[in-house]
């Protein structure tokens, strides 16, 4: 499900949020783990993304995709969601063309290096 078919509460958030916890399932360990982190909403998608570099949230989420999204700053919301690895440059290059995307772009990494390295998924809301 897309954010549009998100309560109206909930959308407003994911447009002037930024901060969340996502809650994934150690991809050892089977238990859960939570962790601070951001997120872009890029033309009504939901990504999670980093600089390029090993992340156990990434590597959590290719061994099991379902995550808990937790909402916290302007609304508390726990939400349901599968994570997509985004491989597409395509996408990943209009992910971080966006305006809200700029801080990953100061962290010194190219914007080449971003695209190619960088863990990218997409969030699909159940």
């Known amino acids: 499900m897309g954010i549009e078919q ?4 909930v959308q407003t958030a ?3 949020d930024m901060t969340i916890d996502i ?3 150690g991809r050892r360990s089977g238990k859960p783990r939570r ?4 997120f872009l909403n890029v033309d009504g998608q939901i990504y999670i993304t980093g600089t390029p570099g090993p992340r156990d949230w990434f590597a959590n989420l290719q061994a099991n995709p379902a995550l808990t999204f937790h909402l916290k700053e302007s609304l508390n919301a726990d939400l349901d969601a599968i994570a997509v690895t985004v491989a597409d440059r395509d996408e990943r290059r209009r992910v971080f063309a966006d305006p809200s995307a700029e801080w990953y772009l100061r962290q010194g990494d190219s914007h080449d290096d971003l695209i190619a390295d960088a863990p990218m998924v997409r969030l699909n809301f159940r």
């Open 6 to 9: 998100l309560s109206a509460d």
């Open 14 to 16: 994911l447009k002037s």
């Open 35 to 38: 962790i601070e982190i951001w």
């Open 23 to 25: 809650t994934t399932i």
